[in-house]
């Protein structure tokens, strides 16, 4: 009679724990994670070659011949002779080089058909709400779109929530606020910031300057187009002026490597203050005495009655006039639920100080 099947199970056995085992465990997990992450970076590559195709298709459609008007074809056309590109997809997918060539157009044919270009923004969405576009002009913003002006005069800042009432070829409108003493401090300082904010790259400047046009008893206030401030544009955070009760505790990083359990006491700031200024990534505040930088401060301040605890880097700090110091600094390690909260917040807040057209004006060192 043969043996059952079952009678040795040896087969079932885990082999010894040996070096050699060990090794081998180890190589196939890696290869395993290998073979995930090639998977991952190839679906990716092909998910970009697929989206790269359907808007490639799309543009082709839209510049068919029967659909794009000749002068269109033929200014399309010249702007491509001004870029470095040799097909108009790639030209309209590189912000950069497109509103360069169009620069350019307009700078050396007085006559430029301004149409023809607005058109090609309109048919091939060539313009801010595009994601994928990077914003590099005020040609590419779009009218009724919300937006901030910060002048300055003296020591005395006016920031400034209000909209675009046009966005044409050949300049902005903006719709500022009536108050007399608002338009006298631009008119003294017609050489502003234009701020505009879009969610996945966070705010974009232009140095803008603005001009006061009468037109039929109306005054418009207008700028010609600019393209992004590099330099001020390296900030990537949204700031909203606030005025919000806070109280802080403070140590110095010198100090933060002595904090051990059953080691020896350290003390700690712990203050009252306000915070001045809120942003997706930072915040600064004032408080009584003058905070070292590089230090953390812990905040704890209200948004709507409901509590928000965050921790912040101080990197700079000002004496105000009212003798407190104004310290700015950066988020460390914020938690989800206070991220959440910060962002409803501001993007919230924004829409209000839009609708509201609100204005604030504060001193250097405030």
């Known amino acids: 009679m043969e043996d059952s099947p079952l009678s040795d199970l040896s087969f079932f056995k885990f082999p010894e724990l040996t070096g050699h085992t060990v090794t081998n ?89 301004f149409q023809a270009v607005a058109s090609m ?27 901030r002006v910060i002048a300055k005069v003296g020591d005395e800042t006016l920031d400034l929530y209000c909209a675009l009432q046009d966005v044409n070829e050949a300049f902005l409108l903006i719709d500022v606020p009536e108050e007399e003493d608002i338009r006298s401090m631009l008119r003294e300082s017609p050489r502003t910031q234009l701020i505009f904010w879009r969610e996945h790259d966070g705010e974009t400047v232009f140095d803008v300057r603005l001009e006061f046009a009468p037109a039929s008893g109306i005054t418009l206030i207008r700028a010609a187009h600019a393209f992004r401030s590099a330099e001020a544009s390296q900030r990537t955070d949204f700031r909203l002026t606030v005025d919000f009760p806070l109280t802080y505790v403070y140590i110095e990083r010198e100090k933060l490597g002595k904090v051990r359990a059953g080691g020896p006491h350290v003390d700690l700031v712990k203050e009252e203050g306000r915070l001045i200024d ?20 812990q905040l704890r301040f209200t948004i709507h009655d409901d509590p928000v605890h965050m921790m912040l880097e101080v990197l700079d700090r000002d004496r105000a006039e009212d003798g407190t110091w104004i310290h700015r600094g950066r988020f460390r390690g914020m938690s989800q639920d206070a991220k959440n909260r910060i962002y409803r917040y501001l993007s919230r807040e924004q829409v209000v100080r839009l609708r509201e057209k609100e204005a604030f004006r504060k001193k250097s060192g405030e």
């Open 121 to 147: 923004r309109r048919v091939f969405h060539l313009n801010v709400m595009n994601p994928n576009l990077t914003l590099v002009s005020t040609r590419q913003l779009l009218a009724d779109l919300p937006v």
């Open 278 to 297: 809120l942003s997706y990534g930072g915040a600064a505040f004032t408080a009584p005495m003058a905070l070292e930088p590089e230090g953390f401060a």
């Open 25 to 113: 465990i180890v190589a196939l997990f890696f290869l395993l994670a290998l073979v995930v992450i090639a998977t991952v970076i190839v679906q990716r590559r092909l998910q970009r070659r697929y989206n790269l195709k359907e808007r490639r298709e799309a543009f082709e459609h839209a510049a068919d011949e029967g659909r794009l008007p000749a002068h269109v074809r033929e200014i399309m056309e010249r702007l491509l002779k001004l870029s470095p590109h040799r097909d108009p997809f790639d030209l309209f997918r590189d912000a950069e080089a497109f509103e360069q060539a169009v620069q350019q157009f307009y700078d050396s044919d007085p006559e430029a058909d």
